[in-house]
C-alpha cells in the first residue's frame, strides 16, 4: 500500500502548490492532507467517473504559478468583457487570488462580505463540515491548497435586491488554481450570486472550486453559475448545500466553453416544506467534455425538488448526466422531478446519462427520465420549405430546445449575457425579447 501511495501521482501533482494561508480549524487540515495520502487520481473504474478521465489534468505540470497575478488586467477590461451586470457587488479573482484592485460596489448593508484569508480563525470553525473528504480527492486537494475565497454571511431578515458577482479568471500556463467559497444565507434573507469563470491567455491550466452554502429557515438564494473557460483548460466545481424548512434554493448552471468541466452538486434538504430548483444547460462542441453529477437528499417531508438539464452536443464532444434523488424514511408527500435532454449535432458526439432515483418513503410523487435524440428532418425541412436556410432553420430548433431551460433564468442580466455569449459562439439569435 505504501508502495503504492508512493508512486501516486499525487505528489508530483501537489508538490509545487504553496499550502493555503486560509485559517481553516486544523482537525480539517489534517484530515484533508491525510486523504491526500492515501488515494490516487480516481479511475474510470470508479462509478462516479465511469465516463470522465482525468489524465489531461494530471499530466498539468505546475511550476509555482497557482498564486501568481499580474496580468494586464483592468476595471474596464473586467466592467466590458467579464462583468455580467452592472449593478450590485463585484469581486474579482485571478488565479485564486482576491484582486480588489479591480472589485468594485458598495456593501449591503446587513451583510459581512470579505475574503476567507481575512477571516479569523473563529469565523471559519463550521467550514468544512459538511464538505465530503474521504474518497474526495478534489475536495481534499481545494482544502489544503485553496489560494483565497470569499466568505459571504448575509444576516437574519436581510433583502439584497442587488446581485452579488464573484468573477474567477484564469490566466497563465500550468496554472492550478484551488477555490473556497462559503456562503451563509440568514433566517427569512434573500440574496442573489452570479458566480462565473473565464479564461484570459491561459493555456493547459487547471481551477478546482468548492463552494458551500447554508441556507436559513425561510430564507431565499439564487446562485447564476457561468462556466465559459477557454479551450485547452480543465474545471471541477463543487457545491455542498443544506437547506433549512421552508427555504427556497435555485441554481442555474450554464457551460458553455472550456476542454474539460465536471460539476458536483451537492444538495441536503434537511427541512420541511423546502423548494429545491437546478436548472442546467450545456452547449459543446470541438473535443469538449462536460460531466454533471447531482444529488438532491430529501431527509424531511412536504419538500420538492424540480431538476431539468439540457445538452446540445456537437463535433466530437462528449456530456455526461448523473442525477440521483434520494428520498429517505420519514421523507413522506415528496414531489421530486428529473429530467435530462440532449441533441446531438454529429454521429461522433457522444452522451452517457443516468437519471437515478431511490426512495423510501411510500408517499411520494417522484419521475426521473432522460432523452437523447437528433433534429427532426421533418420538421428542418419545414421550415426550410417556407424560405428559411437550412442553417438556420437547425438554429432556430436549438434555440427552441434550449429555451425552456434559459426562461428558467429569472435575472434579465445573466440571461441577456448568458445569451449575447451564445451568439457570437454559434451565430445564433437572440431570443431574448
Not at 466568505?151 to 446581485?163: A, L, W, Y
Not at 458536483?264 to 434537511?270: A, G, T
Not at 461522433?348 to 437528433?374: F, M, R, W
Request: net charge negative; charged share 25%; glycine share 6%.
Amino acid at each position: 500500500m505504501n508502495e503504492l501511495i508512493q508512486d501516486s501521482k499525487i505528489n508530483s501533482f501537489v508538490e509545487s502548490l504553496p499550502k493555503t494561508k486560509i485559517p481553516f480549524n486544523n482537525e480539517l487540515i489534517v484530515n484533508a492532507s491525510t486523504v491526500l495520502k492515501s488515494i490516487d487520481f480516481p479511475t474510470t473504474r470508479s462509478e462516479a467517473w465511469k465516463y470522465t478521465r482525468l489524465g489531461r489534468i494530471k499530466a498539468i505540470s505546475a511550476s509555482g504559478q497557482s498564486a501568481r497575478v499580474g496580468k494586464n488586467l483592468s476595471r474596464e477590461l473586467i466592467k466590458d468583457s467579464y462583468q455580467i451586470s452592472n449593478s450590485g457587488l463585484t469581486f474579482v479573482y485571478e488565479n485564486g487570488v482576491f484582486r480588489s484592485d479591480l472589485s468594485s460596489g458598495e456593501f449591503p448593508k446587513g451583510a459581512t462580505i470579505k475574503p476567507l484569508t481575512g477571516c479569523a480563525k473563529e469565523e471559519l470553525t463550521s467550514v468544512g463540515q459538511t464538505i465530503q473528504l474521504e474518497n474526495e480527492l478534489f475536495n481534499s486537494l481545494n482544502t489544503v491548497y485553496a489560494i483565497d475565497g470569499m466568505s459571504i454571511d448575509i444576516e437574519d431578515g436581510t433583502v439584497i435586491n442587488e446581485p452579488i458577482q464573484l468573477i474567477h479568471l484564469l490566466t497563465g500556463k500550468n496554472t492550478i488554481a484551488n477555490l473556497r467559497n462559503v456562503i451563509r444565507i440568514g433566517k427569512f434573507a434573500k440574496a442573489e450570486i452570479m458566480q462565473s469563470f473565464f479564461a484570459l491567455d491561459a493555456e493547459n491550466s487547471f481551477a478546482n472550486s468548492v463552494t458551500e452554502i447554508n441556507v436559513s429557515e425561510n430564507a431565499h438564494l439564487s446562485i447564476h453559475k457561468l462556466q465559459s473557460e477557454t479551450e485547452g483548460n480543465f474545471h471541477i466545481s463543487t457545491e455542498q448545500v443544506e437547506q433549512a424548512k421552508d427555504s427556497t434554493f435555485t441554481i442555474n448552471t450554464i457551460t458553455l466553453d472550456g476542454t474539460f468541466v465536471r460539476n458536483n452538486l451537492n444538495i441536503s434538504v434537511n427541512g420541511i416544506n423546502a423548494t429545491t430548483n437546478l436548472n442546467g444547460a450545456y452547449i459543446l462542441k470541438g473535443q469538449q467534455h462536460v460531466d454533471n453529477h447531482t444529488c438532491v437528499d430529501h431527509k424531511a417531508p412536504h419538500c420538492n425538488s424540480n431538476e431539468l438539464y439540457k445538452g446540445v452536443i456537437d463535433d466530437k464532444s462528449t456530456a455526461v448526466f448523473n442525477g440521483k434523488v434520494f428520498v429517505r424514511k420519514d421523507a413522506q408527500k415528496i414531489n421530486a422531478f428529473q429530467s435530462n435532454a440532449n441533441v446531438l449535432l454529429s454521429d461522433l458526439c457522444t452522451v452517457n446519462s443516468k437519471p437515478e432515483l431511490e426512495i423510501y418513503a411510500d408517499d411520494v410523487k417522484c419521475s426521473h427520465g432522460s432523452t437523447t435524440g437528433q433534429l427532426d428532418e421533418e420538421a428542418v425541412f419545414y421550415l426550410r420549405a417556407r424560405g428559411i436556410s437550412e442553417k438556420t432553420a437547425r438554429s432556430l430548433m436549438i434555440e427552441a430546445f434550449m429555451a425552456d431551460v434559459l426562461e428558467k433564468i429569472e435575472n434579465e442580466d445573466f440571461l441577456k449575457y448568458t445569451q449575447s455569449k451564445l451568439n457570437k459562439r454559434f451565430n445564433w439569435e437572440s431570443i431574448v425579447e
